[in-house]
Nanobody, 117 residues
């Protein structure tokens, strides 16, 4: 299993970034995909999820209306478009794949997002 995450970086408050995660080594279309984030000293928190085929999405309240998760099952990729970024969005963002029936879960290596005020 391999993830290649990209798109992190430094941006000013109010700016935008697009994170991408290219996955391989498992049946991507069978897995719910998600983005998590973590800051030092805090637990990793769920940011957004997208279902396997119907594309249903869920977001944590603090990012609703600003972030959009999407997936391309043909390319085995999941993305997170982040708009109107705030300093409190600063974190390491992780790509996640989970298959509840098989109880399988995989994590990406993380990409740093820093939002300056």
């Amino acid at each position: 299993v391999q993830f290649v995450e990209s798109g992190g970086g430094l941006v000013q408050s109010g700016g935008s970034l697009r994170l991408s995660c290219a996955a391989s080594g498992f049946m991507f279309s069978w897995f719910t995909m998600a983005w998590y984030r973590q800051t030092p000293g805090k637990e990793r928190e769920l940011v957004a999820t997208i279902d396997t085929r119907n594309g249903n999405t869920n977001y944590r309240d603090s990012v609703k209306g600003r972030f959009t998760i999407s997936r391309d099952n043909a390319k085995n990729t999941v993305s997170l478009q982040m708009n109107s970024l705030k300093p409190e969005d600063t974190a390491v963002y992780y790509c996640n794949a989970v298959q509840f029936v098989a109880q399988s879960q995989y994590w990406g290596q993380g990409t740093q997002v820093t939002v300056s005020s």
